[in-house]
């Protein structure tokens, strides 16, 4: 019997650029930022000085009695006290799937949906917490310490709250994680395991989780919103923080159908890889992600010269947009195929875990809506990326084919091949 | 002794979202020791972290309510409400003090004790 197709059947959207599908599309087409000046410590001139905000949201206070969030999204109590603030934006991301997506809630308590989820945790919250048991001397422990902060924050307070049955995980891989929870979701379905899969991933916005980067000077000191985030420019400095949430279904195409499910894309395989490098820092050579890539167009049964569109990864940082520049020529420039290249961080800021998802999403509404973003913020192309198709302006063309790269902390590479919905 | 500034500026921290009823009354505690003030901020603050509160104010409620049979009061939420009451008025209840705790009278009259420095006897 041959493997189900998957196609992805549901989008959600908490991020810099738009809390929804057709704001987020909008961005996209008209290069809209979402980066703007944000104080990470009130009070403090720092030197880094932006951030990709989310907008309607206010999720300052360190108790949730006082964040808000838009009237559209019930929130409980008993729900919003296990939640850090990208566990809000989670929520609010899988409810704009689940509408979408034509499900109800009761649908993703069978035991055919599973769920896989990527963030960090929440450091914020975590210091809170712990300073409060350091002053207490071991006294005063919040119940919803560990729940709300840790890494697989996400994949506890979602499975709980919509009553999942089916597999259940967190991914950490750093920046690779919820593009590696997509591949692995894939696998789920295509292996029978699984009818679908919500995928989620999340990040706060805060001083903790953002500004600890610049231990390795990885973020942009660029003042200015609209140009501190320029993936693959010669005058990049860094990137620019950002998080929120993102999540979409992975389903089998006969479910989707049954069901009048829209669908935005086909996802036809994936591929990984290390470095094998350097716990931080990118191989020079991109030999690692032009290795993932490689796997993912073998297991697409997809060539190089196919593919319309490339989301790359690019965050903006001077050694990781030359690695990924390296490993798009080895697989592209070398036998000739020129496909149009953009990283969408240029617009959002670089979410860390959830990003992959995110730009995943991105890629989705590409693929259904028939267009490519361009390339951000691009004035002076970095001579290393000779041979790169990097349009400047959004093409009013759709591919049919794009592929999707990630890496992360410790050179985990991940890449996924979609293509435009063929029924 | 907290400082009406001192309370003034907890009331900010610490009651972000909370309804301004309660921190007005806490300012007030702190200022003239009113003990009505104290059940209204204590009951308050219990209400709001109650996952189905009653439409009605804890606070008009007969005192004899009892916390988890009819209020559906669980652990979760006693350890928020002791949290957020410890740090309001410079207390600390054992660990088990508030199992002992079952009406809304005996809730406030706890705390009254704490925060008067008596030695609170098991009800």
Known sequence: ?????????????????????????????????????????????????????????????????????PAEYSITKDLLRGLPPHGLHAICAVEQVIRDARLTVADLTDEDTGLFC???????????????IHESRGERIAPMAVVSTIAGTLNFNLAAHYGIRGAVAGFVSACASTTQAIGYAFDEITLGRQRRMLVVGGEDVSFESTYAFHGMRALSRNPDPARASRPFDQDRDGFVGTGGAAALLLE???????????????????????????????????????????????????????????????????????????????????????????????LTGHSLSMAGIMETAFCALALTEEFIPGAANLENPDPACAGLDLPRTTLAQGPRLVLKNSSGFGGSNVCLVLRRWEP | MITTAEAKQRA???????????????IAFVEGGDFSRLRQVILGVLQFHLA?????????????????????CDSLTMVDTLFLAESLFDIRLGDDELARVTTLDELVEHFRLHITGSTPTST
């Open chain 2, 12 to 26: 900010v921290d610490q009651l972000a979202g909370f309804p301004a009823d309660i921190a007005d009354c806490y």
């Open chain 2, 52 to 72: 189905k509160p009653p439409e009605q104010p804890l606070a008009g409620l007969p005192g004899s309510t009892r916390l988890v049979e009819d209020l559906g």
């Open chain 1, 252 to 346: 089998d195409a006969e479910s989707a159908r049954s069901r009048g499910a829209p669908i935005y894309a086909e996802m036809l395989g994936w591929g990984q890889s290390a470095d094998g490098h350097s716990v931080a820092s990118s191989d020079p050579d991109g030999r690692g992600l032009a290795s993932a890539m490689r796997r993912a167009l073998a297991a697409a049964h997809v060539a190089p010269a196919n593919i319309g569109y490339v989301n790359a990864h690019a965050t903006s940082t001077p050694v990781g947009d030359e690695s990924e520049a390296r490993a798009l020529q080895t697989i592209f420039t070398a036998v000739g195929a020129h496909p149009p290249v953009s990283s969408t961080k240029a």
């Open chain 1, 1 to 69: 019997m041959a493997n189900p197709r998957v196609v992805i059947s549901g989008v959600g959207f908490i991020t810099s650029i738009g809390n929804d599908r057709a704001t987020v599309s909008g961005s996209l087409r008209e290069l809209k930022s979402g980066i703007e000046r944000f104080d990470f410590l009130p009070g403090v001139e720092l030197p880094i000085a932006v951030a990709g905000t989310i907008k309607d949201f206010d999720t300052r206070a360190l108790h949730w009695a006082g964040w808000r969030w």
């Open chain 1, 118 to 132: 990527g963030s960090a945790g929440s450091p914020r919250l975590m210091r809170h917490y712990l300073n409060q």
